[in-house]
């Protein structure tokens, strides 16, 4: 999986904050797009990110 010092220091390339592990991808804590983690990299490029699920009111 992801090391833990490599978690530590990776960042949303749009937002620039922190991402955390969730369900094998990378989720910013702010924006909410999830990166995909292939072979044990992170794919940190926002064209392969999944946007945020809308969430109804």
Do not use: F, H, N, Q
């Not at 960042?11 to 999830?34: F, N, S």
């Not at 292939?38 to 809308?54: C, K, N, T, W």
């Amino acid at each position: 999986m992801i090391d833990k010092e490599l978690l530590d220091i990776l960042a949303c390339p749009l937002c620039k904050t922190e991402v955390k592990l969730e369900e094998g991808k990378l989720v910013c804590v702010k924006c909410g797009r999830r990166y995909p983690i292939r072979d044990g990299i992170p794919i940190m490029l926002i064209d392969e990110a999944e946007l945020p699920e809308e969430k109804s009111s």
